[in-house]
């Protein structure tokens, strides 16, 4: 099928999905005020096989030692699928189904399937990574751009409460150690053992959690425009550190739900 964008809708929720621009979600509104910074860099995007950076972009798989190109120097950062046309498996009023076949330059082949599941009241995202041949380390995660204000209004607010906050080294990335949460503003990895639970205000207008099973969550709320709330499998770097392994019976598997409502 063609890499058109496909609208999803629900109630008075609308979601837009650029399967040609690495398959993110590039907006989504809810009553016609649009939640995403727009953008063709922005909105949501897939972050797959890894979330953040890699250290020097090199990865251990075994005895192999892995090399990535540097797109943010001197680290390899938020996988490959986002730079790359993924296809439409199925698509319907309020949902989706897209897929992406790995290729170079990451070194082992798979599959990753994405699922776009919209309701009124909430947008669930799932993605799994299988393969059919050798055994890889890989990480699952979502990057979305929310808007700090909604149409001019009150800059949103940021809620949660984290088990640690993983300690960034002076090259950004987790030294290993675990430390309290420190106040923001934050380009920061945070512990959530009973899953990721964070909260998102727009006073006056619009509550809305990111919720997942997963127990890591990268927040980064340095830039004006907008705060991005990071659900993912593991710490940037993991899959150096704490990599899961995708083998030909067990594929990787997460899902992030937004869930709104209106103040």
């Known amino acids: 099928m063609s890499q058109e964008d ?140 929310f808007n700090r204000t909604l149409d001019g209004g009150e800059p949103v607010r940021l809620d949660f409460t984290a088990a640690w906050q993983e300690e960034r080294g002076e090259d950004h990335l987790p030294t290993g150690n675990r430390v309290d949460p420190k106040p923001g503003p934050w380009d920061d990895c945070f512990g959530m053992p009973d899953g990721v639970d964070v909260t998102l205000t727009w006073p006056g207008r619009l509550e809305l959690k990111v919720a997942s099973r997963e127990e890591w969550v990268v927040v980064y709320d340095e830039q004006e425009a907008a705060v991005c709330v990071e659900p993912q499998t593991g710490p940037p770097n993991g899959l150096n550190t704490l990599p899961r392994l995708v083998t030909p019976l067990e594929p990787l598997e997460a899902s992030t739900t937004w869930s709104w409502r209106r103040l």
């Not at 609208?7 to 999905?17: K, M, S, Y």
């Not at 996988?79 to 949902?95: L, P, Q, Y």
């Not at 599941?117 to 990480?139: G, H, K, N």
């Open 6 to 145: 496909i609208t999803l809708t629900a109630g008075d929720a609308e979601v837009t999905l650029q399967p040609g621009n690495g398959g993110r979600v590039g907006g989504l509104r809810v009553g016609g005020a649009q939640l995403l910074r727009q953008g063709e860099r922005f909105g949501c995007f897939p972050m797959v096989p890894w979330c953040g950076r890699i250290r020097d972009g090199r990865f251990r798989d075994g005895a192999d030692v892995h090399q990535l190109p540097l797109n943010s120097p001197p680290h390899a950062i938020h996988g490959t699928a986002r730079d790359g046309a993924w296809s439409i498996a199925r698509t319907s009023t309020d949902e989706a189904v897209l897929t992406y076949d790995l290729v170079e330059p990451w070194p082992y082949p798979g599959r990753i399937t994405q699922i776009a599941a919209l309701t009124p009241d909430a947008l669930t995202l799932t993605m799994s990574v299988e393969t059919y041949d050798s055994s890889f380390p890989a990480q699952i995660g979502w990057h979305p751009w």
